[in-house]
């Protein structure tokens, strides 16, 4: 499953979107209302959104990111010996 995102454009929230969502100013209610409202009416961009997610989704998992680390201790490891 995945989902639309309306993010404020703060902090790390813009480096978690990609073609899955929006950035906003925090605190602009009317912007997220208006947002929201786009993407309810056009069913396109919210599918494409939510594509977008599963996606990248997939950079998230599990077994995926503990080989990362291993890869980077090994990195780190091997660094330190030679």
């Known amino acids: 499953m995945g989902l ?3 993010l404020p454009n703060k902090g790390s929230c813009p480096d978690m979107i990609r073609g899955n969502g929006f950035l906003l100013e ?4 009317d912007g997220y209302t208006t947002r929201l409202e ?3 009416r056009d069913k396109k961009s919210l599918a494409e959104c939510k594509s977008n997610s599963r996606r990248l989704s997939a950079d998230f998992d599990i077994a995926k990111i503990i080989n990362a680390y291993e890869q980077l201790f090994q990195d780190v490891l091997r660094q330190k010996v030679s």
């Open 4 to 6: 639309a995102l309306l």
């Open 26 to 29: 925090p605190g602009d209610l």
């Open 38 to 40: 786009s993407l309810l």
